[in-house]
């Protein structure tokens, strides 16, 4: 009994140290050897360097003829004419035509250089007053008998854009100016075709005959100091 009794008791002492012993987790096992991490591969995107633009070059237009060679052309009076309008205030304009008697065209080491005379005896009148012409060609305006002839002489031909401006020396009554104006022009083979609409003031030059920036007093009676003129001459090569 007592045997049976001691045998129990061990039993018992073996279960109770059993339920409180901790039970300690043992670490992973380490591999020695371990597999590199992948490495993720960032994707660089690098920026676009920006274009540079430079400012935009001066454009050069090439002229239609060869300006460095010498050339001289012959106005074709037949096919040329010089119209001109003037009026006063407070009536039609008076239109008419003068004749360019003779012209010349030369462009020599890259400058072009020009002339044109006027007959002024020749002014036409769209209405066909001798009253009027008369009257224009006398004292008060051109003096035809004294002064028979205008002319101009170009001194220079700078290209602007698709078209030209003409600067020369524009001579009536003895008295000579400076005039500058815009023109177009058309080349072919040895031919020159000219456009262009400009006008004047004519008291530059001692037209003053009822002017009303000089007699202030005429009210519509006056007569523009602006003469317009649109010009088209053909030049021949010579």
């Known amino acids: 009994m007592k045997l049976a009794y001691l045998l129990l008791l ?28 992948e490495e993720t591969e960032v ?29 001289s052309y012959t106005l074709d009076t037949a096919a040329s004419t010089l119209g001109y309008s003037a009026t006063r205030l407070a009536a039609n304009p008076h239109t008419g ?23 002024m005896d020749t002014i036409t009148d769209n209405r066909d007053s001798q009253m009027y012409l008369a009257h224009v060609k006398g004292d008060d305006f051109f003096a035809v008998d004294q002064f028979p002839t205008s002319a101009l002489e170009i001194t220079s031909i700078a290209q602007d854009g698709e078209g030209f401006v003409i600067v020369g020396d524009l001579t009536i009554r003895d008295q000579t100016h400076e005039i500058s104006f815009p023109a177009t022009a058309t080349f072919s083979d040895e031919r020159v075709e000219a456009h262009a609409e400009f006008e004047i003031d004519r008291t530059r030059w001692g037209i003053v005959f009822d002017s009303g920036s000089i007699f202030t007093n005429l009210g519509d009676r006056a007569i523009k100091d602006e003469i317009e003129f649109t010009l088209d001459v053909v030049f021949v090569q010579e």
Not at 97 to 119: H, K, P, R
């Open 10 to 37: 061990l039993t018992l002492a073996t279960l109770a140290f059993g339920c409180t012993t901790d039970t300690v987790n043992e670490p992973a096992p380490v591999d020695p050897d371990p597999e590199p991490e």
């Open 97 to 119: 035509t003068v004749d360019i008697t003779e012209g010349s065209l030369l462009v020599e080491n890259s400058v072009a250089t020009g002339s044109f005379t006027i007959d």
């Open 43 to 71: 994707e660089v995107v690098e920026e676009e360097e920006a274009e540079v633009v430079d400012e935009a070059e001066t454009q050069t237009v090439e002229l239609p003829i060869d300006i460095t060679q010498t050339t």
